[in-house]
């Protein structure tokens, strides 16, 4: 079994008494979703982590807005399970961030790091820490990880992203590891994400994700539903709902990241063409939520922001594999192609002030582009299937 939790570091009573707890044993996992106490400040590491020991289970963890930096970045660095760790005592280990798992079947992509609310310069290295921010670095690579394993089960975090906060008791915005989880979201495709505000238990059923605090949560086995496609703010969308937007068919949303061996080749299904697909349907997704808002409007400009960065990488994919699957980026640069034209046309509208007798025209042309780019990514999805 593999199972999640919130923060221990005030003490392991309730989790002593769990039912789910009581059921585990040295074969199965527990993962503390941040500030598990293990690298409390001013205090000894491995002494922390041995009094982990005292449950059935091993303890894995990822870090959060309480833990001493320094004593992390102390810490050397071990291969597992295709990402890394710190092995701090024998069987109590941090998983670091950005770094993807194949744990018991199931891939997981953890996103440690919890910005302090209200910190200032007269706490900093001692209540708290600038790497509790995740950086650019650390975002991209979590990313990238993510894209190569073709989209991932799970999502660990301690933080959540800024547009879940308005459901979370106690959930505090505008952090800047909130802001970092807004990143994934726009950009990873995963079939549920658990995240830890320290504050309640809570299952956002719309958003594919679950609040830990007091609870001990399994984790199923690899997950045969739906990936939760990138950006959508939790909401994948049904093939009903899909169909009435008139713009991306309902493949984009039952694509499953999972259904392909990523280690078997044959039939053409390489790594380079899994992530293909994986990132086509990224930026199909993009653009219909884009479709869904009007032309000229601050939704559109912000929608036209979340597309901007998912087509970059759509073209970075393309140039990975310009050189070993040269028909693989042919296809994703029809896709670039296609929004380069639908961008020149919004660009047109934004130039125009409202009041200019050209702008209603500039708006029809923006949305006849947006149009065509949503058949091309339509024609993108159907050429992987």
Request: contains cysteine.
């Amino acid at each position: 079994m593999i199972a999640v939790t919130g923060p221990t570091r005030n003490g392991l009573g309730r989790l002593l008494n769990d039912p789910v707890m009581r059921s585990m044993g040295p074969d199965d996992y527990l993962i503390v979703l941040g500030d598990s106490g293990v690298f409390e400040p001013r205090t000894a590491a491995g002494d922390n982590a041995r009094r982990l020991k005292v449950l059935p289970c091993r303890i894995l963890f990822i870090e959060g807005g309480t833990d001493d930096y320094d004593a992390i970045a102390d810490q050397p660095r071990t291969p597992w399970n295709g990402g890394a760790v710190n092995a701090v005592a024998r069987g109590v280990a941090r998983l670091c961030r950005g770094s993807v798992f194949d744990i018991g079947g199931r891939i997981i992509l953890a996103f440690g790091g919890a910005t302090t609310p209200g910190r200032d310069d007269l706490g900093k290295y001692h209540t708290w820490w600038p790497e509790q921010d995740p950086g650019e670095a650390e975002i991209q690579m979590a990313i990238e990880n993510a894209g190569k394993a073709g989209g991932v089960d799970y999502i660990l975090s301690c933080d959540c992203p800024e547009r879940w906060k308005a459901e979370v008791p106690g959930a505090v915005l505008g952090l800047p590891s909130g802001l970092a989880a807004d990143r994934l979201l726009s950009s990873v495709c995963y079939g549920r994400w658990y995240f830890s505000n320290g504050y309640a238990d809570k299952d956002l059923r719309t958003a594919g994700a679950y609040a830990v605090n007091q609870r001990v949560v399994p984790l199923e086995r690899r997950l045969q539903s739906p990936a939760v496609a990138p950006s959508d703010g939790g909401r994948s969308g049904t093939p009903s709902e899909t169909a009435a937007r008139g713009q991306i068919s309902e493949k984009v949303f039952t694509w499953n990241p999972h259904r392909f061996d990523m280690a078997d080749e044959k039939d053409g299904l390489t790594v380079a063409r899994i992530t293909a697909a994986s990132m086509i349907n990224f930026c199909c997704n993009a653009v219909s939520r884009a479709s869904d808002t009007e032309e000229g409007s601050p939704s559109r400009r912000a929608k036209v922001g979340d597309m901007d960065h998912t087509f970059r990488n759509l073209r970075a994919s393309a140039d990975r594999c310009r050189e070993s699957e040269p028909d693989v980026c042919e296809i994703l640069m029809v896709g670039v192609k296609a929004y380069e034209a639908y961008r020149a046309k919004h660009d047109a509208v934004e130039a125009l002030p409202a009041d200019d007798a050209a702008k209603a025209r500039a708006i029809a042309e923006a949305d006849e582009e947006m149009d065509r780019l949503a058949a091309v990514m339509n024609g993108l999805v159907d050429s992987f299937h």
